[in-house]
């Protein structure tokens, strides 16, 4: 089955730790993105990839890094610079031919012990 | 600039009632695409439907509608005959190409349907 998957669903981090998020899709989608959704509020876009070796800083990118390696994969690590890490954090990908329509995968949870 | 408003932030009904979701837009793009994603407790964001700004008819699938009226700049979401599956927050969400495409998110509607 074509999809999103994110791994792990629930991580804790200890403080000055920094934990990677994991994003892979089979879609053969071009563009990928994470985005960060805290309790009861939208989500914000943290960065995004339209290509391989590509990718660009969102609405709140301070803390994190990304990279873009393989067209599939999109890893998302959180920082220890990133001081309220606690949140949803979910990732999204489109195509080439429909860039405009975003699909999710299931989420990752992160949690600071 | 872009701007997506859902004034209601939660609605509560009793199932089998209908219910509609609100969304106002902002832009000054003649070109953009509209979407409806509902967001399950589980977490997962579920594409509804998009709409591209050339489009203004309506659209139904199954118990689901959408009304996109470019003179009001709204595009409503409405549930028929609601049932306790349908409780889920709903976020209504806009794209414009000078953007690069990426989503201006409204800040959702929790919708409970009780029994």
């Known amino acids: 089955d074509g999809g999103i998957t994110q791994s792990p669903k629930y991580l804790f981090r200890k403080e000055g730790q920094n934990v990677t998020l994991s994003c892979e899709q089979n879609?053969?989608?071009?563009?990928m993105y994470w985005y960060r959704q805290d309790p009861g509020q939208g989500l914000r876009l943290i960065y995004y990839s339209q290509i391989v070796n590509d990718f660009q800083k969102g609405d709140i990118a301070e803390g994190y890094s990304v990279s873009r390696e393989k067209k599939e994969s999109f890893p998302l690590t959180v920082t220890s610079a990133q001081k309220n890490p606690t949140a949803f954090y979910l990732c999204?990908?489109?195509?080439?031919?429909?860039?405009?329509?975003?699909?999710f995968g299931p989420g990752t949870r992160l949690l600071v012990l | 600039a872009q701007k997506v408003t859902q004034a209601q932030t939660e609605i509560s009904v009793v199932e089998k009632e209908d219910v509609t979701l609100d969304c106002v837009y902002e832009t000054r793009d003649t070109t953009y695409y509209l979407f409806w994603y509902k967001q399950p407790p589980s977490g997962e964001l579920v594409f509804l439907i998009r709409r591209n700004s050339f489009d203004e008819q309506n659209e139904i699938s199954g118990r689901y509608s959408w009304n996109f009226q470019k003179s009001t700049s709204s595009f409503n979401f409405t549930i028929t005959a609601s049932q306790v599956v349908d409780s889920a927050v709903y976020f209504c969400?806009?794209?414009?190409?000078?953007?690069?495409?990426?989503?201006?998110w409204g800040a959702g509607t929790k919708l409970i349907i009780k029994p």
């Open positions: 999204a990908s489109s195509s080439r031919q429909r860039r405009e329509t975003q699909y």
């Open positions: 879609l053969n989608h071009d563009a």
């Open positions: 969400a806009l794209s414009v190409t000078d953007s690069n495409y990426q989503l201006i």
